[in-house]
């Protein structure tokens, strides 16, 4: 069992908390080393540079990052010298199958990232200092544009297991980081039967920042807003990671903490930057790399799927990648308020595999899903599993006013997205088990893709 371990499942709360303050304030130190600095003031000067300026070093940055792609990696020496547009498609599956072809670096001279993956494979990338530091530097930046700096004090909400049964028991639900005044608190047990704990813990700490899963910080919120509960204290920014904002979501956490979510694209894999800036807007950043956004053909489109090529890569590089998320892009004439010329995202759908397949419909995304509940009273939370064409099955967890009345406007509204040939299922449970990774899905499609044809086309 390795130290850390050992520490986090036999040491006492407090030893534990010294632990995670040494430990954390170790990697701050890692990240903000070497070209840390020089990136912060590379932002902050791009921040407000004509577009010209900004497009001039998008190009450089590109064609850079291309050499040095196709010098390191093996897999992808003989794409030397072409333009992006030439480059092959990197799929998931191939990242997965030939990442030591793919990979640049050895692991001991990298920092290695592992990510959950919403199809159960874990991804492994081994990112390069300099691009790690590169990425802080950037998420600081951001943050900073919000009054954010390291010291201020952060409630974090990350898929960590760090509580034990004994810890629940006694009410611990969070553990401290002394040193940067961070306090993390556990996702996996935000119940009822926990609430209180939570909220004092929460109460206690009075965050001036909230970082971490949209959906755990909501279902707090929730269950204040049930118990009539106020919060006194006053959180200046939500930064939520992870998963999609719901607008539900931003409504609730808005009214019970009166903070502004402020959302951010940036994937673990090592995706270029989507970042909302103070108007609200979602701005791609051109200088962490170039997102295409593509039709079923693979086609240039207005909205669709994303293929990203992300400049802070170079450890694992990827090259057009297919990650799995859809964006809208606005009108190319849309001026956004803040004054900055980083092109403008309508908005960013999540997993292109969070959908639940309609024989009549076809894919009723997340967003659709979810608006389920528009209207409807006492819903907690709800997640939507889907193992056969023809059959869904809904658990949700709900209050009392979660009548009769308003279970039938829920299914009338889930049946008018998923059509008539789809029996609903609908069982109220008293909780929704969390993913391993922490986070919490509402959509959990688990179809073969060859079930998921037109009604018509089936059984030809
Ligand atoms: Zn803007």
Not at 311 to 328: Q, S, V
Request: hydrophobic fraction near 40%; glycine fraction near 6%; charge should be positive.
């Amino acid at each position: 069992m390795a130290l850390k371990d050992f520490i986090l499942k036999y040491a006492p709360v407090f030893a534990q908390n010294i632990g995670i303050s040494l430990y954390n304030t170790y990697l701050y130190k890692q990240r903000h080393r070497g070209r840390y600095k020089a990136y912060r003031e590379y932002y902050r000067r791009f921040e407000t540079a004509g577009a010209d300026e900004v497009a001039r070093e998008a190009r450089k940055r590109q064609a850079e990052f291309l050499q040095a792609a196709t010098q390191a990696s093996p897999w992808y020496a003989p794409q030397r010298g072409k333009p992006l547009e030439e480059f092959p498609i990197l799929e998931k599956a191939q990242l997965l199958a030939h990442m030591d072809a793919i990979r640049s670096i050895e692991e001991k001279d990298g920092i290695v990232s592992l990510t959950g993956g919403t199809t159960g494979a874990s991804m492994k990338v081994i990112y390069a200092h300099e691009d790690m530091q590169e990425r802080f530097a950037l998420k600081d930046h951001f943050r900073a544009r919000y009054g954010y700096r390291l010291g201020k004090k952060v409630a974090w909400f990350s898929g960590k297991s760090l509580v034990r049964p004994q810890d629940l028991a006694s009410g611990n639900v969070s553990r401290d980081d002394y040193i940067n005044k961070i306090r993390f608190f556990s996702t996996f047990h935000i119940s009822q039967q926990n609430f209180d704990a939570y909220w004092r813990a929460f109460c206690d700490f009075k965050p001036e920042y909230i970082v971490g899963f949209p959906s755990s910080v909501y279902d707090l919120c929730t269950m204040a807003l049930e118990r009539k509960l106020t919060y006194e204290g006053s959180v200046k920014a939500f930064f939520p990671t992870a998963e999609t904002v719901l607008p539900k979501y931003r409504e609730i956490i808005g009214q019970v903490l009166g903070c502004q979510v402020v959302d951010q694209y940036a994937a673990s894999e090592g995706a270029p930057f989507i970042l909302q800036c103070p108007q609200g807007s979602l701005h791609i950043h051109p200088l962490t790399g170039v997102f295409e956004v593509v039709d079923e053909n693979m086609r240039p489109a207005q909205e669709g799927e994303i293929l990203v090529t992300a400049f802070t890569t170079h450890g694992t590089p990827l090259i057009r990648y297919r990650i799995g998320d859809r964006i809208k892009l606005a009108p190319p004439s849309f001026q956004c308020a803040c004054g900055s010329c980083f092109p403008v995202v309508e908005h960013i759908d999540g997993r292109t595999s969070d959908f639940i397949w309609s024989p009549e419909n076809g894919k009723v995304n997340l967003g659709n899903i979810s608006n389920c509940t528009k209207d409807v009273d006492g819903i907690v939370c709800f997640q939507v599993t889907q193992k056969q064409p023809d059959t869904v099955s809904i658990a949700v967890v709900a209050n009392d006013q979660f009548t009769a009345a308003q279970q039938r406007q829920f299914l009338d509204a889930m049946a008018l997205r998923l059509g008539k040939s789809v029996a609903v299922h609908l069982a109220l449970v008293d909780e929704i088990p969390r993913e391993p990774s922490g986070k919490f899905r509402i959509v959990k499609n688990l179809l073969a893709p060859e079930s998921m044809r037109p009604a018509a086309m089936r059984g030809s």
